[in-house]
């Protein structure tokens, strides 16, 4: 049976006394919610890995409560010390090379020279690390695969009985994973783009790629991934009878099941409803989903991630 905790004094003190134990807890962050374990534990990110059904080469981020605690892991850059002064506590995770005494897990960095590391804004995520005394390393709480989760609820549906605990931390206000930066190489080059955008993270540190690698080198880069269980088609602009539609902006005529991720075309709102929208949609009923087209700049960026790899042919 998981345990749904509040996020009170005594919800962190057990939560915390779970992961220090080497259960597994979910979390809610200002992105989506994590699924955490000890960081340092092969064990318990063994479990992250069994309890998800993860494919092994996908690296694991692993969530600090300040940048030295996280620069303690890996060798910072010029350009990872600029970001973390102005994204962090945020939705932003670099991905730097590991210290020779790094004691986090290989099997979190999926075997690999560098490490994902990133600070979360989510007060009680801050605290609850705070708490268990280590780094917690945190995929999303939900199946390898299947939509990430922004609300408790959406947890226990997905992975209630797998897991020891879920401490609620109500709703989450970005609503997509953070941006994933890798600073390792001689270009920063975004692997995921996400709660941070891509023209921000520029202003600061100057060019960076958008390419992708042929290593799997961070969370969120296998092709299918964030998937409902129905067929999901892209850019529609008008919607079939047997279609729920995944709306942003008024809806085309004749849409009957419609989840409505910003009427006012907000990127930001679009971002934090569009999980919770894939979860409804997915359990509507109908046969398939459509969703309407989001712009391609800042956080649309991330929303179509996301969408496009929600839509892309199950392995």
């Excluded at 092994?56 to 981020?61: A, E, T």
């Excluded at 939509?147 to 797998?162: N, Y």
């Excluded at 085309?252 to 894939?278: I, N, Y």
Aim: charged letters at 20%.
């Amino acid at each position: 049976m998981t345990e749904r905790l509040a996020a009170d004094a005594a919800g962190i003190a057990r939560a915390a006394e779970l992961l220090r134990a080497g259960a597994l807890v979910a979390f809610g962050t200002e992105t989506v919610y994590g699924l955490g374990g000890d960081a340092t534990s092969e064990r318990a990110v063994a479990a992250i890995f069994a309890a998800k059904d993860r494919p092994r080469f996908n690296p694991l981020i692993c969530h600090v409560t300040d940048a030295d605690a996280a620069f303690a892991l890996v060798r910072p850059t010029d350009a990872a010390r600029s970001l973390s002064a102005a994204f962090w506590p945020g939705p932003l995770t670099l991905v730097l090379p590991r210290r020779a005494n790094c004691p986090v897990a290989l099997l979190a960095g999926a075997g690999l020279d560098t490490l994902a590391v990133r600070v979360p804004a989510h007060p009680v995520a801050r605290a609850l690390i705070r708490a268990a005394g280590r780094p917690v390393a945190a995929p999303s709480a939900n199946r390898s695969g299947r939509i990430s989760p922004t609300a408790a609820e959406h947890v226990l549906a997905d992975l209630g009985g797998r897991i020891a605990a879920v401490l609620d931390s109500g709703p989450c206000a970005v609503g997509v994973e953070s941006s994933v930066l890798e600073l390792s190489g001689q270009v920063p080059r975004l692997l995921r783009p996400g709660g941070a955008a891509l023209e921000d993270i520029a202003a600061i540190i100057g060019r960076v790629e958008t390419t992708g690698s042929e290593a799997v080198r961070s969370p969120g880069m296998l092709a299918s991934h964030y998937a409902p269980r129905l067929p999901l088609r892209l850019e529609a602009t008008e919607v079939e009878p047997d279609e729920a539609l995944l709306a942003f902006g008024p809806p085309p005529p004749g849409a009957r099941t419609v989840f409505q991720l910003s009427e006012r075309r907000d990127l930001t709102e679009a971002a934090a409803r569009l999980f919770a929208g894939l979860h409804v949609l997915d359990a509507s009923g109908m046969p398939r989903i459509a969703a309407m087209p989001v712009p391609p700049h800042g956080l649309g960026r991330a929303i179509n991630d996301r969408l496009a790899r929600a839509a892309a042919p199950r392995p």
